[in-house]
């Protein structure tokens, strides 16, 4: 078996990736309900689990920071 504790996540939660951009959680989930902001994937249909991928968390900082 391998030992992944040293690998890092591809994607986070709402929460972690509210911390990781310096926003709200609920920002966040406005965000996904106006369908603007950061692309994230869920897990299944119903009750899915939501994920925001690193690298798109990587692109809407760098976006936000040439438009300020």
Request: hydrophobic letters at 35%.
């Given at each position: 078996m391998k030992?992944?504790t040293?690998?890092e996540?591809?994607?986070?939660?709402p929460?972690e990736a509210?911390?990781?951009l310096?926003l709200?959680v609920?920002?966040?989930k406005r965000?996904?309900?106006?369908?603007?902001?950061?692309?994230y994937?869920?897990?299944?249909?119903k009750?899915?689990?939501?994920?925001?991928?690193i690298?798109?968390?990587d692109?809407?900082?760098?976006n936000?920071k040439?438009t300020?």
């Amino acid at each position: 078996m391998k030992d992944v504790t040293n690998i890092e996540k591809a994607a986070l939660s709402p929460k972690e990736a509210a911390q990781y951009l310096g926003l709200s959680v609920p920002t966040l989930k406005r965000m996904r309900s106006q369908g603007v902001g950061i692309n994230y994937v869920k897990n299944g249909k119903k009750n899915s689990r939501i994920l925001y991928p690193i690298k798109e968390l990587d692109k809407f900082l760098s976006n936000t920071k040439k438009t300020i």
